[in-house]
């Protein structure tokens, strides 16, 4: 192995032209320079794929015990190793941007999701730079650079189309190429997808078989494909992390039938059956015990016995969809295998970002967004009876239920969100490299942590550590490597210190014992909160006690205090403080601290503009607004929306169907209140205002809709209920057309576009006083006079 000429700590690698002679004329015999390299990592540095499920609990999958299917998860564990005790932050965009810098997820901004994030430093979702990413120092050191799927770590104030693009992958993220989606979640049959940074639609529809995982898992094969094809010397660096199996839950049909029955013996059993099977399979060692069922999650006995049939089905779609994402890992498992090169690839398979989601309630739900409006009570168990044959198609936005959420942790405590316990932040995570690792089919039962990625590829590829990338000092990594693992099973733990911190649930590994508090319930999201002071922290010996069932709290309150003071010690050190357990106060921008990109009371959109995410927008909730837009409609009359936002499970839009505008409210998909003109646009040049007038009194109120042509009213009529907090973490607003899903079902997609020309579309607030920041008839007469 040739020595590596490359001094690496500081990126990009400076150009030094070594000093020689320097001839007037390029043919003198004494002519000559060193030939062009290529920048390339050193010699024996391996590929790395990096898979990242979403929502999956530590004992869903069978290759950890659980009763959904991934044998592509088998397969690399049997050639690879198993970790059966490691760790994320307990939520989807802290796990992501620690995994991707080496550090911890305050470190980098990222205390909560984006869409929480406050001025604090360590919930700003502003990863400083002095933390560069991975992806950035590899392809700084010669890899190809690629990733597939969910980014969820983009400010939302820079989430728009106009960016800025530092966070997102293809800007300062250091991937070369992107295709996915930005943002939480998506509609798995008719996402909003980037190329880099652009918006592109999906290449088919549902109904011609298009699924976004497929789509993804297309891309990643392609790409792959083509940088061995045209690059077989530099290695690769591929981040696949498809939305599976974050809610919603959609999968085909075909997947689902597969499960049919599988569950109607309810959570509670299916527990007990996970459990045994991870015995049997060694995931969790002799003598661990399963967690007792907290009083917060109701027993599958006590649920009420014609809402079994619906509940089983929940499951049944949710196995069908993790399984279905795990044969598109495995297709591209195959894609590489069948180049030749898996035995050099350092394959990551996370099977999780956090424990399992309980974020759909009791019941489960037809569609999340009411739980996250608080309007949960609005999917009755009649309504959820109703739909039981569409959850998983794409007339569903569904999530299952609390307990089957629980079920998935098996066998241990709480879910996604609780980062004090290991039910929120264990999940099975499998390392598949023939050419560094020998003991295949091992288990590796040190501590580990997301954090330890990075260190771990750098140390595999032979790279230092950067000191300094693009100009800017960088502050050390603070994961371990995970390597020393891969060859000695036995070796004592390395990273034995790590704080856990999410919403107030709390807690602190350190050297086999864990201290933890449980502050707030996922699934619990009204009532006061108490005093971060009064929480109760409960005590476990790791060293004996896998799953933490038996509290020693009592029993050595000398070990509880000094991990108290630890945690406190940890927290400080990495921006934990201040704890912030806040909840509507944080969705709001000026409360939170965080910028904004719409400011005042209106807000002027022109045509075409598109893909224009909810903080994008000003905001028409819970108050009374006005929409108006300048068209010319052709004399045979005009079709087509107008300005629309959200889709089909939550939004409104305002468009031209049979010549007359039409306005419509759609409440969770659940409820729509349409209103019509009285008569056909003009043709012309004319106003078309659409107001509403808020009845006031709390949340989620109706209201009155008038619709005007030209300051002349032509129709009214009610809206009975609004959304309060959110239409859609996916659908977006659109200026002349709709994109994804449509608020109605008038139109589609395709005939969205509005066959007349808008010259504008502006959003006024506070129609009931008639508050508005620019007359939209002043604007009407001066382009009246233009013509």
Known sequence: MSADRHARTMLPIPDRRAPGLTTYDAKDPDTAFPPIEPLLPPPGAPNVVIVLLDDVGFGASSAFGGPCATPTAERLAAGGLRYNRFHTTALCAPTRQAMLTGR????????????????????????????????????????????????????????????????????????????????????????????????????????????????????????????????????????????ATHAPHHVPPEWIEKYAGRFDDGWDVQRERTFARQLELGVVP???????????????????????????????????????????????????????????????????????????????????MANFNGMAAIETPEFLLSKLDEL??????????????????????????????????????????????????????????????????LEAAGLPEPTMVNGVQQSPL????????????????????????MFGNRGIYHRGWSAVTKHRTPWIMTGALPPFDDDVWELYDGSTDYS????????????????????????????????????AERLEPSLAGRPTLIHGRSQQLFPGMGRLSENSVVSIKNKSFSVTAEVVAPAGGVEGVIIAQGGRFGGWSLYATGGRAKFVYNVLGIHEFPVVADAPIPSGLHQVR??????????????????YYDGTAVGSGRVALTQPMIFSADETTDVGYESGTTVSTDYTAATSRFTGKIHWVQIDLGVDDHDHVIDPEERLRVAMARQ
Not at 199 to 225: F, I, M, N, Q
Not at 392 to 409: C, D, I, R, T
Not at 488 to 501: C, G, I, K, S, T
Not at 558 to 577: G, N
């Open 690 to 707: 659409m107001e509403f007038a808020y009845d006031g009194g709390g949340l989620a109120k109706g209201g009155l809709v008038t619709l």
């Open 478 to 501: 603070e994961g371990t490597s995970m390597l020393y693992t891969f060859d000695q099973p036995e070796a004592p733990e390395r990273h034995d210190l790590q704080y856990f911190e």
């Open 392 to 457: 998983g198609s794409p007339s569903s936005y569904n999530h299952y239920s609390v307990g089957w959420a629980w079920a998935m942790n098996s066998p241990l405590q709480w879910t996604k969100q609780v980062a004090s316990h290991w039910g929120g932040t264990r999940n099975g995570t499998i390392v598949h490299w023939p050419h560094g690792i020998t003991d295949a089919g091992g288990l590796r039962s040190q501590f580990t942590h997301v954090i330890d990625l990075a260190p771990t590829i």
């Open 286 to 368: 002799p003598g661990t015990e399963l967690t007792a069922r907290h009083a917060e999650i109701p027993a599958w006995a006590d649920m009420p016995d014609e809402l079994k049939p619906v509940l089983a089905r929940q499951m049944e779609v949710y196995a069908a969809f993790l399984e279905h994402v795990d044969f598109h890992v495995g297709r591209l498992v195959d894609a590489i295998e069948d180049l030749g090169v898996l035995d050099d690839t350092l394959v990551y398979y996370i099977v999780g970002d956090n424990g399992a989601s309980a974020e759909g309630t009791l019941n489960g739900s037809f569609n999340e």
């Open 548 to 583: 933490q069932a038996r509290d020693l709290a009592a029993e050595h309150p000398d070990v509880l205090a000094r991990l108290q003071r630890l945690w406190l010690i940890e927290a400080t050190k990495y921006q934990v403080l201040p704890m912030d357990d806040r909840g």
């Open 104 to 243: 911890n997820h305050h470190s980098v901004g990222m205390g909560s999701i984006t869409e929480t994030a406050t001025s604090a430093p360590g919930n700003s979702s502003l990863r400083p730079n002095t933390k560069a990413p991975l992806a950035m120092t590899l392809k700084l050191n010669g890899y190809s650079t690629a990733q597939f799927g969910k980014c969820h770590e983009v400010p939302v104030w820079q989430s728009s189309p106009l960016g800025p693009f530092d966070a997102w992958p293809s800007g300062g993220g250091g991937f070369e190429t992107f295709y996915g989606f930005i943002g939480g979640e998506n509609n798995q049959w008719d996402p909003a997808l980037y190329s880099g940074t652009t918006a592109v639609e999906p290449p088919a529809t549902p109904e011609e078989g298009y699924h976004l995982t497929e789509d993804l898992a297309d891309h990643a094969v392609s790409w792959v494909r083509q940088q061995k094809a045209l690059m077989p010397d530099r290695p690769f660096f591929l981040y696949f992390a498809p939305g």
